[in-house]
Every structure is written in structure tokens, then in C-alpha cells.
């Protein structure tokens, strides 16, 4: 479990293609990597991986299909940088929001300006996501919690501060780049048990009828 919150900024070393998959090594500048140990998870722009190499200054994680297939980390290379944060520990503060680092699906940044000193982002969700996506919402965006400013359709508005542009690597995105998204927790599982259920939460056509709207109208 993650908060969303990040860390660090790494960059990637090298990947390196095993059986199908690849090992992908991670290098910071920084001591972020201390008090990691193997075994450990760490989000990489949102994903959780399981570090099996480690240095003073780079981690390394076996990155598997499945992976590489639904987020932005396939798409790698070396030199690119990525967002890192180390799992939350029993006790630490919540700064941002649950964060599990399974990334739900791919969005892209539509577009973004300048609103005084900070920048206003809209990146499109995949489908998979409309419905979970909120005015006022939370949702992590290559691993960084964000708050949803608005919402139409398929187009989320971002608001990102100094500090989040500083701290990040979003501010280097340019429109059309893929980010990895990952829904608010608690929208995702409430999505579930309505769909698997089939609640309404009482209102169908009867009801609004009842309310005074016209059956045509429901």
C-alpha cells in the first residue's frame, strides 16, 4: 500500500530482456534506497514492484507481462525518469490517498496551461475509468495522488502546485505521453459490488414516478 505521496525521482538504467520479460534497474541521486530491503515493494510512476537487487543508489525488479502490458513501464527506456515511493509503513502519516499500485489502465495528457504559478493538466481516462472518476475525487497519475478538479466524459482536470511539479516527473510530460492512472480505492470496489449486485440504491422508473418525474422522463 502506497499514499501517493512521492519520494524520489530515479532514473532507469538499463531494462533487460529475460524469458519474455525484463529486469528493469533503477538509479537515484539520492539515499532513498536506504532501509529497502529485498523482498521490499516500491512503486515505480505507480506501479508496485518487488525489488530482487539493490545498491546504495538503485534497485532492480523483475517487471512480468502482465505489467508491461497494462502501464506506461513497457514503454521505457533508459534515461527516462520515474516517479518512486517505498510502501507505507504501519503508523506513518496518510499525506495523500490509498494507493495500491495496480494501475487501473493508460490515460494521456490532452493538454495542459499555465494558471499563475502552477499548471492545469486534462488527461483523458480509458474507458474502464469514466465511472470512477470524481469532481473532488482522488486519483494517482504515475503514482502521484492528485485531486480531480473536474470532470467531463472521459477528460479529468488536474491542478499540479509548484511542489508537485518540482518533485515529480509530470511536470516533463507534453501532450499525447501516456501516464499510468490508478482509481480512487474506495470507487473501484463500490463499482464492483454494484455491478456484480445490480443496487440502484432504490431508484428506478416507479420511484421517480413517484417523485413527481414522468415515466418518460426516467
Known sequence: MFTGIIQA????????????????TIETETDFFAGVKLGDSIAVSGACLTAVDLGDRHFAADVSRETLDLTTLGRLASGHRVNLEKALGAGEPLGGHFVTGHVD??????DRRPDARS???????????????????????????LTVNRVQGRIVEINLVPHTLEW????????GDPVNMEADLLARY???MISVSGYNGGIDRDFLKEHGYAPDDA
Open 168 to 175: 515529480t516527473n509530470l511536470d516533463a510530460l507534453a501532450a
Open 9 to 24: 525521482v530515479g532514473c532507469v538504467r538499463d531494462l533487460t530482456p529475460r524469458d519474455g520479460d525484463v529486469r528493469l
Open 190 to 192: 463500490l463499482a464492483r
Open 119 to 145: 499548471i492545469r493538466m486534462r488527461f483523458e481516462v480509458p474507458a474502464s475509468l469514466e465511472a470512477l472518476v470524481a469532481d473532488k475525487g482522488s486519483i494517482a497519475i504515475e503514482g502521484v495522488s
Open 105 to 110: 489502465g493508460i490515460g494521456k495528457l490532452v
